[in-house]
């Protein structure tokens, strides 16, 4: 029998497979979707995000490479190093620049009230539209059930529930949620990635809030019931739970963090998902998301900031206002 060049493969095409985690996509790239690109980058994986548009997409690249010049600052980075996971990261305002991604995370935060659900649901069909049916969709929401946003999904068996807990970049954990129609393989590849970034992967039963929001919120809300009552001011509230408890930031501080409007739309999500008056927001929270003073992100919030340190409290105690003396 003669052996033809067929025999050899020498002529036949083959699809890359993907057992090897490559690259990562982001979709929404604000405060969080950065500290994820940096994350995944500095891990030595290359990844691209997609924003609302390209004038978005260079204000992201130049708030990456400030934020990378400020740990440069405090010798947690070298220039080289800096370039090196620029290099990696790229972004447009185009979905189909997803199509090679292995893993994609949705990361959006819309300020418009609600769950966002819906939006969430959008962004999920718009992601599958354009990439291979073995590519993992996982989503960074923590108070919405990934079984509901993988409902829209031709393939909902791809879709994880992935909370990264900010700062990302140094938060060693990660929140992983199985749908119910999550296949062994989605889960195995959101595992992989988990250990590539360095995370210790924290595995949970679908619920809204999950472990970290639930109990976050509920801390910040009594933080300022406590403030209500004047029973003390900021400083002494979150210096107790820092040294008292060893937290590495008081609630105050924390919610500042995360932003005012974020943990208002967990708590009404929650509020209305149970119906429990520990998930009500306190009006200080309301007052201060009314006024857009959203923590650190806006210069203002529980405290005022100047270069991203704290200058001052926004709150007085005493008399329940929003002075900024």
Request: aromatic content about 6%; overall charge neutral.
């Amino acid at each position: 029998m003669k052996e033809t060049l067929e025999d050899f493969s020498l002529r036949k095409s083959h699809k890359p497979t993907r057992s090897a985690l490559q690259k990562v996509g982001i979709v929404g790239c604000g405060t969080m979707g950065q500290e994820i690109a940096r994350l995944v980058s500095k891990a030595g994986i290359e990844v691209h995000f997609v924003d609302v548009s390209d004038e978005q997409v260079a204000i992201i690249m130049q708030e990456i490479s400030d934020q990378l010049d400020e740990v440069i600052s405090h010798w947690g980075l070298t220039q080289g190093e800096k370039k090196a996971m620029l290099s990696r990261i790229s972004g447009s305002a185009r979905f189909e620049d997803l199509v090679d991604c292995d893993i994609i995370m949705e990361t959006i935060n819309s300020r418009k009230p609600g769950t966002n659900l819906e939006i969430r649901k959008e962004v999920f069909r718009k992601v599958e539209a354009v990439v291979d049916e073995k590519t993992v969709i996982a989503s960074n929401t923590s108070t919405l059930m990934i079984s509901e946003l993988a409902g829209v999904l031709q393939h909902p068996e791809r879709a994880v529930g992935m909370h990264f807990l900010s700062p990302a970049t140094e938060v060693k954990i990660v929140e992983v949620v199985r749908g119910v129609k999550t296949s062994e393989e989605a889960f195995e590849m959101v595992m992989k990635f988990a250990r590539m970034v360095g995370k210790k992967v924290i595995l949970m039963d679908e619920s809204p809030g999950i472990i970290s929001t639930r109990l976050i919120v509920t801390l910040i809300n009594e933080a300022c019931s406590i403030l209500m009552e004047g029973v003390a001011c900021l400083e002494s509230i979150d210096t107790t739970m820092k040294l008292g408890f060893g937290l590495q930031f008081g609630p105050f501080e924390m919610a500042d963090r995360i932003g005012l409007d974020k943990v208002l739309k967990w708590m009404d999500n929650l509020h209305q998902e149970f119906g429990e008056q520990k998930f009500k927001a306190n009006p200080i929270i309301k007052r201060l998301v009314r006024a857009n003073y959203l923590g650190r992100k806006t210069g203002t919030g529980f405290y005022r900031y100047e270069k991203g340190r704290a200058v001052g409290q926004t709150i007085s105690c005493a008399e329940f206002n929003l002075s900024t003396k």
